[in-house]
Nanobody, 123 residues
Framework: QVQLVESGGGLVQAGGSLRLSCAAS????????MGWFRQAPGKEREFAAA????????YYADSVKGRFTISRDNAKNTVSLQMNSLKPEDTAVYYC????????????????WGQGTMVTVSS
């Protein structure tokens, strides 16, 4: 049984910060690249950030570069997304996903998806 569970979403004012977490179970976590996608109301799901299986490489959408940081703790089977300087346009449901290769994660071609956690940024 494979499960990815996101947490940490909520309501925050513009300029504030949130830290999202994704806990994995039922998989060999260290073998998977991980990523975060987000879906705003009425829009398609889009790439936000990704990290390689080892944690040695990270990737960010231009819209979040310099503000978001993705990290992972393979010993605890978790991946996190630190979000700073939040903007109203960051409002979305944020989804955690996993795939063996970073290239697949970047394309949204996941083996596994979490259920999502809602982030609302007020102006």
């Amino acid at each position: 049984q494979v499960q990815l569970v996101e947490s940490g979403g909520g309501l925050v004012q513009a300029g504030g910060s949130l830290r999202l977490s994704c806990a994995a179970s039922g998989v060999t976590f260290s073998m998977y690249a991980m990523g975060w996608f987000r879906q705003a109301p009425g829009k398609e799901r889009e790439f936000a950030a990704a990290i390689s299986a080892s944690g040695g490489s990270t990737y960010y959408a231009d819209s979040v570069k310099g503000r978001f940081t993705i990290s992972r703790d393979n010993a605890k089977n978790t991946v996190s997304l630190q979000m700073n300087s939040l903007k109203p346009e960051d409002t979305a449901v944020y989804y955690c996903g996993a795939s063996p290769l970073s290239g697949m994660v970047l394309r949204g071609r996941m083996d596994y998806w979490g259920q999502g956690t809602m982030v609302t940024v007020s102006s």
